[in-house]
C-alpha cells in the first residue's frame, strides 16, 4: 500500500469495529512503510494486512481484513502468507480477536495474555496524591522520552514516536521526577471518542496522573484504554473511572516472546502496531 491506500485499511477496520484513529494513517506508514499489503482482484482492493517490521527482529501483524463478499476465496490465505514472509526471520506478534485466535494458534502462535478494551461515556479522573505533575510531552527531550518508550515495547520505534506525539489533536503527558521520567501516555482523536494508547509508568500514582490529565484534556466523547490483563492495577484504575469492557483481543507471539514488563503497561499503543 502506499501512504495514501492506508486510508482503506483504516475505513475497513472501522466497518469491522475497530474504532481507529482520526491521523492513524500518517503514523502508522513512518513505522514501516512497505508494511501494508493489500490484495487486489482485477485491479480492486478485496483485502489487506500490515506487517510492520521493527529493529532487532520484531514484527507485528496487524489490520488483517478481506472483505465481505471475497472471504472464503483463498484472498486471506495469501495475504497471510505474503506477511509472514515478509516478517520472517524472527518474533511476530499480534492481537487476535475472538474468532480467530484458534487459526492463529493453528500458525505457531502462542497466547501471552489477553487485552481487553474499555470504555466509558464520561469517565471518572482519579484522585491523584502523589508523584510528579505531568507536562506535555514537548518540554522534554524526545531521546529521553525515546528511551523510556523503549523499555515497554519490543523494538526501538523512533519514527512512528514522533509523530505519535505530535500528531495533530493528539495530547501527549510525560510524568518525571529527580530520578527520570516515570509515565508516559497518550490520547488521540478516533472515528468515535478517544483513546489511550500508550499509557507506560513504573508506579501506579505516575500511571494514574498521567491518566488522570488526559481525561482533564479529552474532547466530549467516550474514551477507551485497551489494557493488558494482567495489570490487575490498570484494571482496577479502569474500573474506579467507570470504564467497562467493551472488546478483547489474545496478545500471541510466534518465536520468542518479548520479556515486556507488563506490571508498567497500563495502555498498550495500538491493537494494529502493538
Known sequence: MARAEIALALDWAAAEGWNPGLHDAACFHAADPGGFLVAEVAGEPVGCVS???????????????????????????????????????????????VAQQANYARSGFVLAHRNIRYGAAAPRPPVVSAGPEPRPAADLPFDEIAAFDRRFFPAPREAFLRGWLAAPGHVARVAAGAAGIEGLGVLRPC??????????????????????????AAP??????????????????????????????ARMYAGTPPGIPRDHVYGITSFELG
Open 51 to 97: 506487517a510492520v517490521r521493527y529493529p532487532d527482529g520484531f514484527g507485528f501483524l496487524g489490520f488483517y481484513i478481506v472483505r465481505p463478499g471475497f472471504r472464503g476465496q483463498g484472498h486471506g490465505m495469501a495475504l497471510w502468507r505474503a506477511a509472514m514472509a515478509r516478517l520472517a526471520p524472527g518474533t511476530v506478534g499480534l492481537d487476535g480477536v
Open 220 to 249: 466530549r466523547g467516550p474514551v477507551f484504554l485497551d489494557l493488558p490483563e494482567p495489570n490487575r492495577d490498570a484494571i482496577a484504575m479502569a474500573e474506579a473511572a467507570g470504564m467497562a469492557p467493551a472488546f478483547e483481543t
Open 191 to 216: 472515528r468515535e471518542g478517544s483513546k489511550i494508547g500508550p499509557l507506560f509508568a513504573t508506579t501506579p500514582d505516575a500511571a494514574r496522573a498521567i491518566f488522570a490529565a488526559l481525561l482533564a
